[in-house]
């Protein structure tokens, strides 16, 4: 019963911590709610956001609002085409000392604790690779030397999908590896109009950090104690399999406009990401409508499509829905 009563204590900090941070991003972010619980999802569950949308929907915004809320070490890193992979992940430098010359090396911006890289489909495949051991093993090797970085460690990185001249699309490799791809959609209406009111009146919002790295060091081992059934679990499962072509479980959408399907990165993806959502929702373990909440951001950037999908004009989050739409919750009895 101790155990019990501490990890509801532990699970009510929890809510309480993101709450907090979430309000304080709201501060300056208007609307975007749906995104902004994910990149919190992504922080507490211990994975990277990858955020897509047009130019002026305050994607950085949103991510520096986030940076302010914790007590974490922020750099940000502009992708061009001529960036090259030292200047994100630092290099050795002669040094001249009372003892001679020598060699030490210098940090990067890669060396914080939320690294903010901005358009990253700017920087060269050669660029963009440094990203990965990273964001994968979160060390960084520079001349045979491994340099650990400090946890949490947190990549967000923004992306605009309407501008193909002087881009670098990601490749599948480096997009199984971002936790959530979050489409940053159009304001409406009245966040518009707020959005005016609080930048051409002279209004000014700060944004307070709240919550430190060992707290979310706390929440993120707290997510991965969330029981998950094994019915649930198998759900998952289920739901991966049916993205793979030719697969016993494929749809017909999926054996049509498909050329490949998820890795096993996005299983885990929506069991950490459901166990996220069960906490905030007061329970001690994950359900099948947890898991469907988060299909789409973590799906969409781990399936391919093939010429004719492409062709056809389909999209992933359209045969994401569909496997929602026709994967049974509960497995025939037999089967």
Known sequence: MPDLQQLEAAAARFRDDYTRTKQEIQKVVVGHEEIVDGVLTCLFAG???????????????????????????????????DLMPADVTGTTIVVETEHGREF?????????????????????????????????????????????LDRPFFVMATQNPIEQEGTYPLPEAQ?????????VGYSTRAELAEILD????????????????????????????????????DYAVRMVLATHPGGELATSLVNQFLRFGASPRAAQTLVLAGKVRALLAGRGNVSVDDLRAVALPALRHRVLLNFEGEAEGKTTDEIIRHILDTLPVEVPAGV
Do not use: C, W, Y
Request: glycine residues 8%.
């Open 47 to 81: 994975g990277h956001a990858l955020l897509e949308g047009v130019p002026g929907l305050g994607k950085t915004l949103l991510i520096r609002s986030l940076a302010g809320a914790l007590h974490l070490s922020f750099s940000r890193i502009q992708f061009t085409p």
């Open 104 to 148: 030490r090396f210098r940090k990067g911006p890669i060396f914080a604790q939320i690294v903010l890289a901005d358009e990253i489909n700017r920087a060269t495949p050669k660029t963009q690779s440094s990203l990965l051991e990273a964001m994968q093993e979160r060390s960084v090797t520079v001349g045979g030397e491994t340099h650990l």
């Open 175 to 183: 997009l199984d590896r971002f936790f959530f791809k979050l489409v």
């Open 198 to 233: 609080r930048t051409t009146t002279g209004h000014q919002s700060k944004v307070d950090a709240v919550i430190d790295g060992p707290t979310i060091l706390q929440h993120q081992e707290l997510v991965r104690r969330v029981m998950i059934a094994p019915h649930v679990q």
